[in-house]
């Protein structure tokens, strides 16, 4: 009995036309930056339409006479609208670029031009997020020394509401910090 010895082909000899199609690491990064951008805009869109919203009214002493919260009523929550809503309209517009950069994985400029701007909105939203935090929390506690009660006892849905839009707002954080970071690995590559 005789065995047959089949050759083998070594690694080398084996056809591009055989091998997995690879993704460029550029071209990797750039789909993933995409994907971050959708994420980070729907979490800001959530929060804005969430804060945007929302209001409570609660009868007092008599049906007549009525106190309501909304948003409007604190600037801080105003100024936390605008911002995750200037935050969704930037990430939006920059699905563009993103875009560009899937196809087009040497655009330096591009990426520099996201990195500068992904940081200026890092710092707008993390100033909206942060003031409203501080809101939410006095809300929730108030302050014996300056004589706040806490009012989320009574406006319950209305506190509910906007603390839960902090996280969306806050997911954006994060996001667009993973943003600047992958950004600038994929420019420190080429």
Not at 15 to 20: F, G, N, W
């Amino acid at each position: 009995m005789t065995k047959k010895v089949v050759p083998q082909e070594s690694p080398a000899e084996v056809s591009e036309e055989d091998a997995p199609p690879k993704i460029a690491p550029g071209k990797g990064l750039s789909i993933v930056d995409f994907v971050m951008r959708i994420v980070a805009a729907i979490a800001t869109l959530g929060s804005t339409i969430a804060v945007g919203t929302t209001n409570q009214t609660l009868p007092m002493f008599t049906q007549f006479i009525r106190f309501k919260a909304r948003y409007q009523d604190l600037p801080t929550f105003t100024f936390f609208v605008v911002t995750n809503g200037i935050a969704t309209a930037y990430l939006v517009l920059s699905l563009v670029l993103s875009i560009l950069h899937i196809f087009m994985t040497g655009a330096k400029v591009t990426r520099t031009v996201l990195i500068i701007l992904d940081m200026i909105l890092l710092s707008l939203l993390t100033a909206g997020a942060s003031s409203a935090a501080a809101i939410v929390h006095l809300a929730h506690t108030g302050n014996v020394e300056a004589n706040w009660s806490a009012i989320c006892q009574q406006y319950n849905s209305f506190c509910e509401r906007v603390s839960g839009s902090l996280v969306g707002s806050f997911l954006g954080i994060l996001v667009l910090m993973l943003l600047i970071i992958l950004s600038a690995i994929a420019l420190s590559r080429k």
